[in-house]
């Protein structure tokens, strides 16, 4: 069965320091792969989406990297700050154009 | 105002009632979801609607329904609510962008239910 994989552990750093989150996933063939975050008791709200024939994509201090041979995603947010904390969520989109979320791995920024 | 509401956005419910959420979109998108998000569960799809008359079974619809009665409004519905449906609920529109064949959701602000 399909399967996606987000650390569930939440991943503490420090300000100004590049924050990298991985996705994995198997059983998967992959359109394309996007990216959410999702501040407590509210909705998620996309960030970045790449296809699988991209390689890496950029938005401001983001970036994303997509490796469908290794079957998986990382996302980084350079010069972090207190206010980047939340929950990342990736997500998998197949030709049905349903997405398939992964369960989301906190961030907290520490000042 | 914002693109995708829900109402409520927090119930407090007894089981065996009858429960519903709507949701309302001002983006014009022919496609609506419903989600259900449980502490270390993530986001699981309850029912999808591709346009007024295209309703389609999610990862866990079983115990709901819904109904699509505008391109606008996608409601669901618990016929009798139960305790481990106790969870927030998202609604969420998405529409294809032409020519990069590419699809992003729009999620509201989300229902907080409570099943007691």
């Known amino acids: 069965s399909q399967k996606i994989e987000q650390n569930s552990e939440a991943l503490n750093i420090q300000e100004g320091k590049t924050a990298t989150l991985t996705c994995n996933y198997t059983n998967y063939s992959p359109a394309y792969l996007q990216w959410y975050r999702q501040d407590p008791g509210r909705g998620p709200v996309f960030l970045l989406l790449?296809?699988?024939?991209?390689k890496e994509k950029r938005k401001e201090r983001l970036k994303v990297t997509f490796d469908t041979t290794l079957k998986q995603s990382l996302f980084h947010i350079t010069a972090s700050q207190p206010a980047d904390s939340a929950t990342y969520l990736c997500?998998?989109?197949?030709?049905?154009?349903?997405?398939?979320f992964g369960r989301g791995t906190s961030l907290i920024v520490h000042p | 105002d914002a693109d995708v509401t829900q109402t409520p956005r927090n119930r407090i419910t007894k089981t065996g009632k009858r429960i519903m959420l709507e949701c309302s979109q001002t983006?014009?998108?022919?496609?609506m979801y419903w989600y259900r998000q449980d502490p270390g569960l993530g986001l699981r799809l309850i029912y999808y609607?591709?346009?007024?008359?295209?309703?389609n079974k999610g990862e866990i619809s079983d115990g709901y329904s819904v109904s699509r009665q505008a391109q606008a409004k996608f409601s669901l519905s618990l016929e009798s609510a139960i305790p481990n449906q106790t969870a927030l609920y998202f609604c969420a529109t998405s529409g294809l962008v032409g020519a990069s064949g590419t699809d992003t959701q729009y999620f509201g602000p989300g229902t907080r239910l409570t099943v007691l």
């Open positions: 997500a998998l989109v197949g030709g049905s154009y349903i997405p398939t």
């Open positions: 609607s591709f346009d007024v008359k295209d309703i």
């Open positions: 790449i296809r699988e024939n991209e």
């Open positions: 983006k014009g998108h022919d496609r």
